[in-house]
């Protein structure tokens, strides 16, 4: 066979055979290509936007409300109490599940073991009563905080309230159990 007829026969398998094969393939795999990108644009947000209207309007089986108030001279009780009187899930929580850490001086740095230390109290009161749920309400400063969140890191499901404008306002649940 002459190389002019095999080259002939080469371009004609190639046109004829392998490149309506390779469009058929390439059409068959951007189906799943775009449903993948759907899904990571647009389906994950819409799963979690409903994941995080039903924890919302969820308070738990037994919840509690944890108030950590580590702002001198200002008592938040007064504002809490309100948020609670506006809210019909937590106007339901005793008065036995609800549990305080106050400070009524500003914090410094030797006062850090003593905050830890009523803060691992507090959870130890929560974690006996069997609460499956905490209410955090808190107000102070940041590092305090990310001592109250490793605290919480392996306890229950916990919901934050942030103080926004004069009231305590519902922001979700801190992380995703």
């Not at 799943?32 to 647009?42: A, G, H, Q, S």
Request: glycine share 6%.
């Amino acid at each position: 066979m002459p190389v002019a007829t095999i080259l002939l026969w080469g371009k004609n398998l190639l046109n004829n055979w392998i490149e309506p094969i390779s469009a058929i393939i390439g059409i068959i795999t951007f189906v799943p290509i775009l449903m993948t990108l759907y899904e990571v644009k647009f389906g994950r947000k819409y799963k979690y936007a409903g994941w995080f209207n039903q924890v919302k309007n969820s308070t738990g089986s037994r919840p509690a409300i944890f108030i950590i108030d580590l702002k001198p001279n200002a008592d938040i009780r007064t504002q809490v109490q309100k948020a609670i009187a506006a809210d019909e899930k937590l106007k339901s929580i005793p008065n036995d599940r609800i549990f305080q850490v106050c400070r009524s001086e500003m914090l410094s740095p030797k006062d850090m073991p003593d905050l830890v230390s009523d803060i691992r109290t507090g959870m130890g009161e929560i974690m006996k009563s069997g609460i499956d749920t905490v209410h955090l309400f808190y107000a102070g400063p940041v590092s305090p905080m990310a001592i109250v969140g490793a605290e919480f890191a392996n306890c229950c499901r916990v919901i934050l309230y942030q103080h926004y404008q004069g009231e305590y306002t519902h922001r979700g649940p801190v992380k995703h159990i």
